[in-house]
């Protein structure tokens, strides 16, 4: 693994920045135009860069004057000639304009990228919080 | 893509087997050594391959009589030169000892694999259901 060039901390960095700054177009850029995203909120599944787009936007723009600030922990990073594996716990945390933080939540986060010429993209994510095994509330079936 | 060695549909299918036939050793012979799963279930990760094998214990023994069949769905498989990555839904249906279906659950499902010789090992699964965003009920937080 060469960890002058490792695309899973840098992925990491932008994703961070580009959320900070509610950069939709930045966001977007780390992404491959085909992303098939397994997210943690309300839906089965996100096909395409389109709906990927949607969900930044609807999620920056949702923010008013609060920011995201985010931390990565126990990242692991794991690449390939061609694929590289990334997985860690994301803590997303609120703050608002006057920088005081307001609520905080962590995520289990697995990012799947591929060599795009010069660059990398993210082709699948998958995001989620553990459920409790006795009691299935909250759990969103697959629509048919 | 080399379709006559995809390591993904190879494991998946070792998989299915496994669990059909409650075979804790051939389950565990899918994965490698420093395992490191996010589960759908109670727990913010699992570490290593005796704590993998720990719950593929649990799970075939908790089944008494029951068998469970597992169907993918939508399985997308990038094959790279030392990295696989693949991602699918996952339906574990419970079959009684006469046949009958008894319930069915979906789970989405990321898996990635490293070659290993001549054989490849998963070293990081992610499975999940989507979360109601207005409901955190069922969440499990992670232990500090």
Same mark, same amino acid.
């Given at each position: 693994?060469?960890?002058?060039?490792?695309?899973?901390?840098? /992925?990491?960095?932008?994703?961070?920045?580009?959320? &900070?700054?509610?950069?939709?177009?930045?966001?977007?850029?780390? &992404? /491959?135009?085909?992303?098939?995203?397994?997210?943690?909120?309300?839906?089965?599944?996100?096909?395409? #860069?389109? /709906?990927?787009?949607?969900?930044?936007?609807?999620?920056?723009?949702?923010?008013?004057?609060?920011?995201?600030? =985010?931390?990565?922990?126990?990242?692991?990073?794991?690449?390939?000639?061609? =694929?590289?594996?990334?997985?860690?716990?994301?803590? &997303?945390? /609120?703050?608002?304009?006057?920088?005081?933080?307001?609520?905080?939540?962590?995520?289990?986060?697995?990012?799947?990228?591929?060599?795009?010429?010069?660059?990398?993209? #993210?082709?699948?994510?998958?995001?989620?919080?553990? =459920?409790?095994?006795?009691?299935?509330?909250?759990? #969103?079936?697959?629509?048919?």
């Amino acid at each position: 693994m060469n960890q002058e060039m490792n695309p899973v901390s840098d /992925a990491l960095a932008r994703y961070k920045a580009a959320a &900070y700054s509610k950069d939709v177009d930045a966001f977007v850029a780390l &992404y /491959a135009d085909d992303v098939h995203v397994f997210d943690m909120w309300n839906q089965w599944e996100l096909r395409g #860069i389109d /709906a990927w787009r949607g969900m930044a936007q609807g999620w920056f723009g949702s923010l008013g004057t609060e920011r995201v600030v =985010i931390d990565f922990s126990d990242v692991v990073a794991t690449v390939g000639a061609d =694929i590289a594996l990334g997985h860690a716990t994301v803590t &997303y945390t /609120a703050v608002s304009a006057e920088g005081k933080d307001l609520r905080s939540l962590d995520n289990r986060m697995t990012l799947a990228l591929r060599r795009a010429g010069a660059t990398w993209k #993210i082709f699948h994510e998958h995001t989620s919080g553990p =459920i409790e095994h006795k009691s299935l509330k909250g759990m #969103i079936k697959r629509s048919a």
